[in-house]
C-alpha cells in the first residue's frame, strides 16, 4: 500500500513563492522510498495532467517542464520519505492542482501513466 500525502498548497499574489511537500508512507513504500523515481504533476481546470518536475531515485537527476524551468526546484529527502517542490516567482498561469507521484521505475518519465500512486492533490491559486 502506497499513500502520497501533498501539503503547502495556497493562495499567493504573482511573483510569490510556495514549497509544496509531499510524505510518502505504507505498509513497505515507507521503508522503500528511495526506490521510487518521485514526479509531480499538475492540472488546470478543463485540461489535462502536465508534467511538472521529476527526481530519480537518489536524487541526482532532475528533469523540469520548460514552463517552469528556473523558477521551480524539486528536492527530496529518504530519510524523511519526502519530496519538495520550491515554486517560485509565480505567475497566474501556474494555478492548478498539483499531485504528486512515485513511479516504480527511475526515469523521470513526463508521462502520467508512468506513476501508479499519486496524492490527492494541493490546490495553489496564483492572483494577479
Known amino acids: 500500500q502506497v499513500q502520497l500525502v501533498e501539503s503547502g498548497g495556497g493562495l499567493v499574489q504573482a511573483g510569490g513563492s510556495l514549497r509544496l511537500s509531499c510524505v510518502g508512507s505504507?505498509?513497505?513504500?515507507?521503508?522503500?522510498?528511495?526506490?521510487?523515481?518521485m514526479g509531480w504533476f499538475r492540472q488546470a481546470p478543463g485540461k489535462e495532467r502536465e508534467f511538472v518536475a521529476a527526481?530519480?531515485?537518489?536524487?541526482?537527476?532532475?528533469k523540469y517542464a520548460d514552463s517552469v524551468k528556473g523558477r521551480f526546484t524539486i528536492s527530496r529527502d529518504n530519510a524523511k520519505n519526502t519530496v519538495d517542490l520550491q515554486m517560485t516567482s509565480l505567475k497566474p498561469e501556474d494555478t492548478a492542482v498539483y499531485y504528486c507521484?512515485?513511479?516504480?521505475?527511475?526515469?523521470?518519465?513526463?508521462?502520467?501513466?508512468?506513476?501508479?500512486?499519486w496524492g490527492q492533490g494541493t490546490q495553489v491559486t496564483v492572483s494577479s
Open positions: 527526481i530519480t531515485r537518489t536524487g541526482g537527476g532532475k
Open positions: 505504507g505498509r513497505s513504500f515507507g521503508r522503500t522510498f528511495n526506490t521510487y523515481g
Open positions: 507521484a512515485a513511479e516504480t521505475g527511475n526515469s523521470g518519465s513526463y508521462s502520467p501513466s508512468s506513476y501508479p500512486y
